[in-house]
């Protein structure tokens, strides 16, 4: 009505700048319109409604985005185009491509297309981590943000939304399959979970983050000759001490059969070496390597006390050492003939020269080891041996003849009553 | 009413029962450390308290045996030396094994094998000379070579550590011997064989009635008419309260000696394809 007024009460010229204006107005308008569009205003305006969802595959997907989400994510400031590139016009395409954080993120893409995540990926994987996958998508926040995915204590819930899954492992092939779980229960876990630990070690300290490789393969921060290196950006002193020790020594110059960090603690659920459990599991570990050297310490009081599952007694460690082990040639070995009585009188008080020559792995098998030991083990085999061979058919013969004997008095009884019967029935007759 | 018997003084039986509770104590408290490998050694340690409580019973039980070793010993030597019982070091009272042992033996085997008749014997039958020399021995060595572990700090001034290898292995050798020995062969000479079974309670009692000694032990019967003896060990019957005390204690120890024995033969045989880890 009002428009009608005013482009009738005009003078020509003004009408005709008038639909000059017009025209161009609408000339323009997919541009302007378009302009409107791509604003996070105009983005919202559905997608910020509670309830706006979509079928995809016969599922509904909720399509809903929170404003305060958007606004308090580390993108807050950016337009949805800015990662939803491929949006012109609205209405939109019902599917969207994948946004691409490479156009930003060029550093953590290559290392990411590179590690094992990124070449399962572009093989066509889909339950493979994204960058969305373990950073959120329009929630996204600085990984210093406590409430990050990524952040030090989140990020062993996110990286274990896989890797706590045994069917997935199955599917990729992963020889680890549980290791949240292990890691959860680790001493690394516990100070994470229960203390809040940021020092506490967690997937990344060890794994790295974008870069992430199978431990079988060299590039990986848990590979073999990395491992010392890695657990040794915190456990520096200990990594100091391994270095210099035969096993370390071994490892570095290429021994495949050299244990690394990884080799006695295990990769996820590393103990407290207080626990009694870990006391008696690394003297098997030891085994693994040594079996030799644990066969014969089962044989003495030593091995003895702890198979039965009791720790105060000497196990590997409390002669051998446990980072600073050295061969018994190395002069500096606790074991080593000018330490050993030190290292015995750590629990045997009275321990000299004499004492010492006590053999924590005899072997009553090997004649030069010890020969007195040899025969009288060989003796004695003989002296059980005899003595159960004897006894035992003495005993045998004995059991044989009683039972004989008994059959037959009860065989004589009743065959004489049943004679004896007879003998009345003729009678009778 | 049948006449009894005395075989056993009270000082023999109340050594034997010192024995019965020591030898049960020790084996039950060492055994799971020789065989740490079992199951059963591993529940039976940590339910007995643990490697260390486990100690402090086999080293009390050590005591008492060494004790009821001393005593017996003493009691030896008394009667040798200072009654002159001449005949307890030899002759037919004696447990020092005698060339008749050996015809007995002969005829005890021909017997087995259907050769000859059942042959009678005196005191003391061969079989439980056997037994007395085995427990004996087996005293004096585990013994010995126990208590060198025990105060391996002393004896490592006297000897080369490596005693203390030899020293446990016959410990634990001797003493698979010896368990072996009681709970197989003791249990059936003496108590579980076809004429004895269950059990014989003569060695709690310390009575043989006057059928069972002319029946078992003819010679010594005759011999100890002819020497005019037979009523010097004359015995009252042993009474309901004796002999069923007899048949709890000895039924409970010959239980428990067999399922150490069962538990022994288990870890023996089922864990030898154990790896020893």
């Given at each position: 009505?009002?428009?009608?007024n005013?482009?009738?009460?005009?003078?020509?010229?003004?009408r005709?700048l008038?639909?000059?204006a017009l025209s161009?107005v609408c000339f323009?308008?997919?541009?302007i319109l378009?302009?409107q569009?791509?604003?996070?205003e105009m983005?919202?305006?559905c997608?910020g409604?509670?309830?706006l969802e979509?079928?995809?595959d016969g599922?509904?997907?909720?399509?809903y985005?929170?404003?305060e989400?958007l606004?308090?994510s580390?993108h807050?400031a950016l337009e949805?185009?800015?990662?939803?590139?491929?949006i012109s016009e609205?209405?939109h395409?019902?599917?969207?491509?994948?946004?691409?954080?490479?156009?930003c993120?060029?550093?953590?893409s290559?290392?990411?297309?590179e590690?094992?995540?990124?070449?399962?990926?572009?093989?066509g994987?889909?339950?493979?981590?994204?960058?969305s996958a373990?950073?959120?998508?329009?929630?996204?926040?600085?990984?210093?943000?406590?409430?990050?995915?990524?952040?030090?204590?989140?990020?062993?819930?996110?990286c274990g939304g896989?890797?706590g899954?045994?069917?997935?492992a199955k599917?990729h092939?992963i020889?680890?399959?549980?290791?949240?779980?292990l890691?959860?229960?680790?001493?690394h876990?516990?100070?994470?979970?229960?203390s809040?630990?940021?020092v506490?070690?967690?997937?990344?300290?060890?794994?790295?983050?974008?870069?992430?490789?199978p431990?079988s393969?060299?590039?990986?921060?848990?590979h073999?000759?990395h491992?010392?290196?890695t657990?040794?950006?915190?456990?520096?002193g200990?990594l100091?001490?391994?270095?210099?020790?035969?096993h370390?020594?071994e490892?570095?110059?290429?021994?495949?059969?050299?244990?690394?960090c990884?080799?006695c603690?295990?990769a996820?659920?590393i103990?407290?070496?207080?626990?009694?459990?870990?006391?008696?599991?690394?003297?098997?570990e030891?085994g693994t390597?040594?079996?030799e050297?644990l066969?014969?310490?089962?044989?003495?009081?030593?091995?003895?006390v702890?198979?039965?599952?009791?720790?105060?007694?000497?196990?590997?460690?409390d002669?051998?050492?446990?980072?600073?082990?050295?061969?018994i040639?190395?002069?500096?070995?606790?074991?080593a003939?000018s330490r050993?009585?030190?290292?015995?009188?750590?629990c045997h008080?009275s321990a000299?020269?004499?004492?010492?020559k006590?053999?924590?792995?005899?072997d009553p098998?090997?004649r030069?080891?010890?020969?007195?030991l040899?025969?009288?083990?060989?003796?004695m085999?003989w002296?059980l041996?005899?003595?159960?061979?004897?006894?035992?058919l003495h005993t045998?013969l004995?059991?044989?003849?009683?039972?004989?004997?008994?059959?037959?008095?009860?065989h004589?009884h009743?065959g004489?009553?049943s004679s004896?019967?007879t003998?009345?029935?003729?009678g009778k007759? | 009413m049948s006449?009894?018997?005395?075989?056993?003084?009270?000082?023999?039986?109340?050594?034997?029962?010192?024995?019965?509770?020591s030898?049960?104590?020790?084996?039950?408290?060492?055994?799971?450390?020789?065989?740490?490998?079992?199951p059963?050694?591993v529940?039976?340690s940590?339910?007995?308290?643990?490697f260390?409580?486990m100690?402090?019973?086999?080293?009390t039980?050590?005591?008492?045996?060494?004790?009821c070793?001393l005593?017996?010993?003493?009691?030896v030597?008394y009667?040798g030396?200072i009654?002159k019982?001449?005949?307890?070091?030899?002759?037919p009272d004696?447990?020092v094994?005698?060339?008749?042992?050996l015809?007995?033996?002969y005829?005890?085997?021909?017997w087995?094998?259907?050769?000859g008749p059942?042959?009678v014997?005196?005191?003391?039958?061969y079989?439980?000379?056997f037994?007395y020399?085995?427990?004996f021995?087996g005293?004096?060595i585990?013994?010995?070579?126990g208590f060198v572990l025990?105060f391996?700090g002393?004896f490592s001034?006297l000897?080369?550590?490596?005693?203390f290898?030899?020293?446990?292995l016959?410990?634990?050798?001797?003493?698979l011997?010896?368990?072996g020995f009681?709970?197989?062969i003791?249990?059936?000479n003496s108590?579980?064989?076809p004429?004895k079974?269950?059990?014989d309670?003569?060695?709690f009692?310390?009575?043989?009635s006057?059928?069972e000694?002319?029946e078992?032990r003819?010679?010594?019967y005759?011999?100890?008419?002819?020497?005019?003896l037979l009523?010097?060990?004359q015995?009252?019957?042993?009474p309901?309260w004796?002999?069923?005390l007899?048949?709890?204690?000895?039924?409970?120890?010959?239980?428990?000696?067999?399922?150490?024995?069962?538990?022994?033969?288990?870890?023996v045989f089922m864990g030898?394809?154990?790896v020893h880890?």
């Amino acid at each position: 009505m009002r428009l009608t007024n005013i482009t009738f009460g005009f003078a020509r010229w003004k009408r005709t700048l008038f639909w000059l204006a017009l025209s161009s107005v609408c000339f323009l308008s997919p541009y302007i319109l378009r302009a409107q569009a791509t604003s996070k205003e105009m983005c919202l305006s559905c997608h910020g409604v509670q309830g706006l969802e979509k079928v995809r595959d016969g599922k509904s997907v909720s399509l809903y985005i929170p404003e305060e989400t958007l606004s308090r994510s580390a993108h807050g400031a950016l337009e949805c185009v800015a990662c939803h590139a491929d949006i012109s016009e609205i209405p939109h395409a019902s599917e969207l491509q994948p946004p691409q954080c490479s156009s930003c993120h060029a550093d953590a893409s290559r290392d990411y297309a590179e590690s094992v995540h990124g070449t399962a990926y572009a093989r066509g994987a889909k339950d493979v981590a994204t960058c969305s996958a373990c950073h959120g998508n329009h929630n996204i926040l600085p990984a210093k943000n406590p409430d990050s995915q990524v952040y030090p204590l989140n990020l062993p819930r996110t990286c274990g939304g896989c890797h706590g899954d045994p069917e997935l492992a199955k599917r990729h092939s992963i020889p680890v399959t549980n290791a949240y779980q292990l890691y959860m229960d680790s001493i690394h876990g516990q100070a994470l979970t229960r203390s809040g630990l940021l020092v506490a070690a967690q997937c990344l300290s060890c794994h790295g983050s974008h870069r992430i490789f199978p431990a079988s393969d060299p590039r990986s921060t848990v590979h073999r000759t990395h491992t010392p290196d890695t657990c040794g950006n915190c456990h520096v002193g200990v990594l100091k001490t391994f270095t210099s020790s035969i096993h370390g020594r071994e490892a570095k110059a290429g021994n495949p059969a050299a244990p690394v960090c990884a080799n006695c603690h295990t990769a996820h659920q590393i103990k407290r070496v207080e626990m009694d459990s870990w006391k008696l599991e690394i003297v098997r570990e030891c085994g693994t390597c040594h079996a030799e050297s644990l066969r014969t310490y089962r044989d003495t009081f030593h091995g003895q006390v702890t198979a039965l599952g009791f720790t105060r007694v000497a196990r590997c460690s409390d002669c051998h050492g446990s980072h600073d082990i050295l061969a018994i040639s190395d002069p500096d070995s606790s074991v080593a003939p000018s330490r050993i009585v030190g290292t015995c009188r750590k629990c045997h008080s009275s321990a000299n020269a004499s004492f010492v020559k006590y053999d924590p792995h005899a072997d009553p098998h090997k004649r030069a080891r010890n020969p007195v030991l040899y025969y009288t083990a060989r003796f004695m085999t003989w002296l059980l041996a005899g003595v159960f061979g004897f006894f035992g058919l003495h005993t045998i013969l004995w059991a044989g003849r009683s039972f004989l004997e008994r059959h037959r008095e009860n065989h004589h009884h009743s065959g004489s009553a049943s004679s004896q019967a007879t003998n009345a029935e003729e009678g009778k007759k | 009413m049948s006449k009894y018997y005395f075989r056993f003084s009270l000082s023999h039986r109340l050594l034997h029962g010192l024995l019965i509770l020591s030898f049960l104590g020790l084996v039950a408290t060492g055994m799971p450390l020789r065989y740490n490998q079992a199951p059963w050694a591993v529940a039976l340690s940590h339910t007995l308290g643990g490697f260390r409580v486990m100690g402090f019973f086999h080293r009390t039980f050590a005591i008492l045996l060494t004790l009821c070793f001393l005593l017996h010993l003493a009691l030896v030597l008394y009667r040798g030396w200072i009654r002159k019982q001449w005949k307890i070091l030899w002759g037919p009272d004696s447990l020092v094994p005698q060339p008749t042992d050996l015809i007995d033996f002969y005829q005890h085997i021909r017997w087995f094998i259907g050769f000859g008749p059942k042959p009678v014997f005196d005191r003391f039958t061969y079989w439980e000379k056997f037994d007395y020399w085995a427990v004996f021995w087996g005293m004096a060595i585990i013994g010995t070579s126990g208590f060198v572990l025990w105060f391996h700090g002393f004896f490592s001034r006297l000897f080369p550590g490596w005693l203390f290898n030899v020293a446990l292995l016959i410990h634990g050798e001797e003493a698979l011997l010896a368990a072996g020995f009681i709970f197989a062969i003791h249990f059936f000479n003496s108590h579980l064989r076809p004429g004895k079974f269950p059990m014989d309670l003569v060695i709690f009692t310390g009575r043989l009635s006057e059928e069972e000694l002319c029946e078992e032990r003819p010679y010594e019967y005759g011999r100890l008419q002819k020497e005019g003896l037979l009523e010097s060990l004359q015995a009252d019957p042993p009474p309901l309260w004796m002999k069923n005390l007899s048949r709890i204690l000895g039924g409970v120890s010959v239980a428990i000696g067999l399922l150490l024995f069962i538990l022994i033969l288990f870890a023996v045989f089922m864990g030898r394809n154990a790896v020893h880890v």
